[in-house]
């Protein structure tokens, strides 16, 4: 899968993420801003990129602002943003 537009999944809101997805040039970077980067940091970033390995993403920029998400969560909006993003579908 490719992607084709801009889209996101989530809030701002306590115990979310927002995950904003974008088309890229080589391969998939990923920037974090967290609430509790110290404690799960490299939790959620593993999360984000098993669900992008998935979707056999190979170039995407991924922006995600975490609140203290619960894994499911993560999961949950960064699947919805990428099928968002591959499909065309609205941001």
Avoid: W
């Avoid at 999944?9 to 979310?16: H, I, L, R, V, Y």
């Avoid at 669900?51 to 922006?63: P, R, S």
């Avoid at 602002?65 to 969560?73: E, I, R, V």
């Amino acid at each position: 899968m490719e992607i084709r537009q801009t889209a996101r999944a989530g809030t701002n809101e306590k115990s979310d993420i927002l995950i904003e997805i974008f088309s890229a040039d080589r391969g998939i970077h990923l920037e974090l801003y967290s609430t509790v980067e110290k404690c799960f940091g490299t939790a959620v970033r593993k999360t984000i990129k098993e669900v992008i390995k998935e979707f056999g993403i190979q170039n995407a920029y991924v922006k995600a602002t975490d609140k203290g998400a619960l894994d499911y969560t993560i999961k949950a909006r960064t699947e919805t943003a990428l099928k968002r993003a591959c499909k065309g579908g609205s941001i």
